[in-house]
């Protein structure tokens, strides 16, 4: 979650500085004339057109996240099922070879050094199929949270077409926002308007 939550952070970062660059231009072009906000009468946001979107909320609801977050864990859950039968069968086989070393049931020591040899590169094999299946799961990891940083970005400098907020901040429990008053949260709208972009057909 904090992953993700760094790399959001990051993204509506630049689109924050986006957002100034275009607003001081187009002022600039306008000469006299500023865009006016389109907010509501009263709406304490027209005097300070900022807003916030809690990340924790917002990926608790947004389908293409769950989905996504469903189908990384079940991939995970299956790696971690191959990866511990196979760490039962080298133990079993392990056991075997000291019951046998024991009860000196080889025909010889060069037999007992190949079967010797033999459990070692097992050994091997799957200390790397365990990194090599973390490794795995970070790559996907990764892919996901750039996935959603990218559909969130997107969506937000759609929203602010209409919105004309100055900026929007993300916020992470009591990361970067300690108290703010409830009309400077629109994790409802990016939400809804997120989830009304996702096909889930499409995604598969």
Do not use: W
């Amino acid at each position: 979650m904090k992953n993700i939550s760094y790399v959001i952070n990051g993204v509506l970062a630049v689109a924050i500085i986006v957002l100034f660059i275009l607003f001081f231009t187009s002022n600039k072009k306008g000469g006299e004339e500023s865009q006016s906000l389109t907010f509501s009468e009263g709406d304490s946001t027209s005097v300070l057109p900022i807003a916030y979107v809690n990340l924790d909320s917002l990926l608790t609801h947004y389908n293409l996240y769950k989905d996504a977050n469903d189908a990384l864990m079940k991939k995970s859950n299956s790696s971690n099922a191959t990866l511990t039968k196979k760490q039962r069968d080298f133990e079993a086989e392990v056991a075997d070879f000291q019951r046998k070393a024991q009860n000196n049931a080889f025909l010889s020591q060069e037999r007992m050094q190949q079967e010797s040899a033999r459990l070692q590169k097992m050994e091997s094999d799957l200390h790397a199929l365990a990194q090599r299946l973390q490794e795995d799961y970070l790559k996907e990891q990764a892919k996901l949270n750039s996935q959603i940083a990218d559909s969130v970005r997107l969506c937000l400098v759609d929203y602010n077409k209409t919105a004309n907020y100055q900026m929007i901040f993300t916020n992470t429990g009591m990361d970067n926002i300690l108290l703010a008053k409830d009309s400077y949260d629109i994790t409802k709208q990016i939400t809804e308007l997120l989830n009304s972009r996702y096909k889930p057909e499409a995604a598969k």
